[in-house]
């Protein structure tokens, strides 16, 4: 019999009004956090100082779990990711220098939820070619969630985020990909930053998943490194990666992670 509609595999949960209301809230306030640590992230900070700024932000003042500490053994609250190190970054002693650029992931727990969203912060002013993978990872992001609707399938997305990608000269990042959230850091579907268009999941409203295109200035190969989390571009180029959480609506797509009045 011939299959219309390809069926939504069972591990993909549809979120309730009442459980979206949760992710609102979780992703605004992971937003929050980023909003909160950007006048930070200026020369000579470390990235335990933002590690711990975020901590008790999210702890004290926001009542919120921070996701990453203790997750899969993970020993800090935020990612931190500077210059070639693709994701996974882990704070540490490491001083900011003029000329970085950084990426901040933030994902908090609120009431059960999980609220996903990341960016890129320049200490004083990059390299032109740091810049524009920067700017690069941003317009993927963006492509990406603007395809987000009720019918649309994720190969098309991932077609459309990697084609851009390579038009600008850059590469995307195969080994790590975006991912359904909600009660799960990470669930089913796997939303890859590249792919075949008419292929993939069918979206339908409800679906609530992150979509963070990881972008090499370089070559897109990667390797990581022996602390078991840290991903750095395997030619040492600048990597650039920017994250939303959205949901699925009637209509189109909700960005989760936008504070009111915000717009992409
Ligand atoms: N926040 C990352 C993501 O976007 C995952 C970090 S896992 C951690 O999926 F353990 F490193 F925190
Ligand atoms: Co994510
Ligand atoms: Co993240």
Redesign the pocket.
């Known amino acids: 019999m011939f299959q219309k509609s390809p069926k939504r595999p069972m591990s993909i949960t549809l979120k309730t009004a009442d459980e979206i209301d949760k992710m609102r809230v979780a992703g605004r306030l992971a937003t929050e956090v980023l909003r909160m640590i950007r006048p930070h992230v200026r020369e000579g900070i470390t990235t335990d100082e933002l590690d711990r700024l975020c901590h008790d932000y999210m702890v004290n003042v926001q009542q919120a779990i921070p996701?990453?500490?203790n997750?899969?053994?993970?020993p800090?609250s935020?990612?931190t990711s500077p210059n070639h190190v693709v994701?996974?970054g882990?704070p540490g002693p490491r001083k900011l220098k003029k000329g970085d650029v950084l990426n901040i992931?933030?994902?908090v727990i609120k009431d059960g939820y999980h609220g996903?969203t990341?960016q890129m912060f320049a200490v004083g002013t990059p390299p032109l070619a740091a810049q524009r993978v920067c700017q690069v990872a941003y317009e993927c992001l963006c492509i990406g969630i603007g395809m987000v609707r009720p019918g649309q399938r994720l190969g098309d997305i991932g077609h459309a985020i990697q084609r851009h990608a390579e038009a600008q000269h850059c590469s995307v990042v195969r080994e790590?990909c975006?991912?359904g959230i909600g009660r799960n850091?990470?669930e089913d579907p796997q939303v890859l930053h590249y792919g075949t268009p008419g292929t993939g999941v069918e979206l339908e409203p409800g679906m609530t998943f992150?979509i963070?295109p990881m972008i090499n200035a370089g070559k897109r190969h990667v390797k990581l490194l022996p602390d078991g989390?840290t991903v750095v571009t395997k030619d040492h180029s600048i990597s650039a990666q920017w994250?939303h959480t959205v949901l699925v609506t009637a209509t189109g797509y909700e960005i989760l992670t936008l504070l009111p009045g915000e717009t992409l």
């Not at 997750?71 to 993970?74: D, E, L, N, V």
Request: aromatic content about 18%; charged content about 20%.
């Open positions: 996701a990453p500490l997750y899969r053994g993970f800090k935020i990612c994701c996974h882990i992931d933030i994902t996903d990341s790590y975006g991912h850091f990470h992150t963070e989390w994250e």
